[in-house]
């Protein structure tokens, strides 16, 4: 676990030479819920009224790759998960990516363990990716679900979307902003302590953190 979780944190540091590194995972089951009244604006002195009804409209798959180094997006909205949806997206990455070292984190869904699936795709685009699993139960490692954190408060909540098309809009057009200004994540964790066979504790992280600060 301490090994993987130290890997993939030295991706993140730094970049192996001429190479780039993409989080990339799924955000399934995103709905796209329509209010079925109108909100009712605050007021001195009461709060902004929601209807609680809702109409679905069916739900989407954000299939998602995030640039560690950069912090530039590329993502699609899908129907399904499948295995045939992600290969399709990877060969979108490819193609975004069309040279050097790909680095790719992911968690390990079984479409990402697919490993026959991938060797073919890897002989297509020349052995140039590289796939790095996260630990089981370690989905913090996995950079982009900040990202997905950060879609889900500013597209999602209190949204009323009043079609799949209008979520796909707007999941779109949310990308679209990051990339005009695209920003990566400052990633502070530096990994466990592997001399003693023991982890680094959080709280001792923060001590040495704190008595280091002034060196």
């Known amino acids: 676990f301490r090994q993987k979780v130290n890997e993939i944190c030295a991706l993140y540091r730094q970049a192996p030479k001429g190479s780039v590194v993409l989080s990339v995972d799924e955000k399934t089951g995103i709905q796209a819920i329509e209010r079925k009244h109108a909100d009712r604006a605050p007021a001195p002195g009461r709060a902004r009224r929601r209807e609680f009804e809702y109409i679905r409209h069916g739900t989407q ?127 502070t964790f530096a990994g466990f302590e592997l001399q003693t066979g023991e982890p680094l504790r959080f709280k001792d992280h923060a001590k040495v953190r704190r008595t280091t600060k002034g060196r």
């Open 61 to 187: 798959t954000l299939i998602a790759a995030m640039d560690v180094h950069s912090g530039r997006v590329i993502g699609t909205c899908s129907d399904r998960r499948t295995q045939a949806d992600l290969v399709a997206f990877m060969e979108q990455v490819a193609q975004a990516y069309p040279k050097g070292r790909v680095h790719i984190v992911w968690d390990n869904l079984n479409t990402h363990r697919a490993q026959a699936v991938w060797e073919d795709f890897n002989v297509r685009h020349e052995h140039r990716f590289v796939f790095h699993f996260t630990p089981l139960h370690a989905s913090w490692v996995n950079q982009i679900e900040l990202l997905f954190g950060i879609y889900a408060r500013r597209v999602l909540r209190h949204a009323s979307h009043s079609s799949i098309e209008h979520l796909r809009e707007r999941t779109e057009a949310f990308m679209k902003q990051r990339n005009q200004a695209p920003k990566p994540f400052r990633w």
